[in-house]
């Protein structure tokens, strides 16, 4: 696996990263602990080194889970982990509200070293922008935790170009995630460039489309009942087959290329930018190792201005996140 460095900070990840979200959260049922162990742990082995999680996932039991599959393998992975969220104190699923005061991103960082067992944390984002606290404020409290040795870098979470920029100023930003696929492409307008001009690397979550740009999802498919993908308007039915160009376009490369539609996604992605590092999230071992095989397939000019010429004639029907959910992003 070839490693990227994220911006100028001089970290160094894999080309690919692994989204543990879906392992224990959001998918309908949470998979079997031992077998993400494995999962995980063969991750390692074919030579991915970065993994992205978050408190907020369960909550806390995907840290604990990513802490210790990752326990043998100290120092030769980086582990991302976010706070932000407002929890239930009584241990409930849902969250709350935001919460970025600086007391509680301290309080935070505390619980995910434990959860995590590990001396400081990789990468620690803002997972989302809390409109009640001053994004200074913030950056001065991660700040503070780099200065004790608890935290190496700084990452925000899909925050707008300005907010980025006023952070940056008061603690240089490692990577900023946010969405980022061939049918999302909002962060080309403000915020790419702007992580270009401030040395800051990008770390697409959902590089797949939450699944649907592999082409294994179609009109028909039916989500478990508790799989958050049956709120989200983008994946009803009917914007499924309103939709389903993206796939034929990807279908149309694949073919050509010898691989599949995600890998093809998933190169499209790495052909963006060198300081782009993708996290595509699995449970299974042979979406895994197609999502590696993504970092072989090669993506000429030509096949990249056919995939952009296509892509701009297609128009993305529903909205990616639904209703109040969606003015948390963007800020």
């Known amino acids: 696996m070839l490693k990227r460095k994220l911006g100028?900070?001089?970290?160094?990840?894999?080309?690919?990263?692994?989204?543990?979200?879906?392992?224990?959260?959001?998918y309908g049922t949470v998979a079997d602990k031992k077998e993400m162990i494995s999962l995980i742990r063969s991750t390692v082995e074919r030579g991915i080194t970065f993994f992205d999680t978050a408190e907020v996932y369960g909550p806390f039991i995907n840290e604990e889970l990513v802490g210790e599959a990752l326990s043998p393998f100290r120092g030769q992975v980086v582990i991302a982990t976010k706070f932000g969220f407002k929890l239930d104190p009584n241990g409930g699923p849902k969250w709350l509200g935001l919460d970025s005061r600086p007391e509680h991103i301290k309080e935070v960082a505390e619980a995910s070293l434990r959860r995590l067992r590990v001396d400081a944390i990789d990468l620690f984002y803002q997972h989302r922008v809390d409109p009640d606290v001053p994004i200074e404020d913030v950056?001065?409290?991660?700040?503070?935790?780099?200065?004790?040795?608890?935290?190496?870098?700084?990452?925000?979470?899909?925050?707008?170009?300005?907010?980025?920029?006023?952070a940056h100023s008061v603690q240089p930003v490692t990577a900023v995630q946010s969405e980022y696929s061939l049918w999302w492409r909002e962060p080309e307008a403000e915020v790419l460039p702007t992580l270009e001009e401030l040395g800051i690397g990008f770390v697409p979550f959902s590089p797949l489309g939450k699944g649907f740009l592999t082409g294994r999802i179609n009109e028909n498919t039916t989500f478990a009942p508790d799989d958050f993908r049956n709120t989200i308007p983008r994946l009803s039915p009917e914007n499924r087959k309103a939709n389903q160009a993206f796939v034929d376009l990807l279908k149309q490369i694949a073919i050509r290329k010898n691989a599949t539609p995600a890998q093809i996604a998933l190169a499209w992605l790495l052909a963006q930018k060198p300081w782009i590092v993708p996290i595509p999230g699995t449970t299974k071992l042979e979406r895994l190792s197609e999502n590696i095989g993504s970092a072989s397939v090669?993506?000429?000019?030509?096949?990249?201005?056919?995939?952009?010429?296509?892509?701009?004639?297609?128009?993305v029907q529903g909205d990616r996140y639904p209703g109040n959910s969606a003015k948390l992003v963007g800020r």
């Open 8 to 26: 100028k900070s001089g970290l160094e990840v894999s080309a690919l990263g692994l989204g543990c979200m879906g392992m224990s959260f959001g």
């Open 139 to 166: 950056a001065g409290a991660v700040k503070d935790l780099i200065q004790e040795g608890k935290v190496k870098h700084f990452g925000m979470s899909e925050a707008g170009a300005k907010t980025i920029r006023r």
């Open 298 to 315: 090669e993506l000429t000019p030509e096949d990249l201005r056919e995939i952009e010429t296509a892509a701009s004639k297609i128009t």
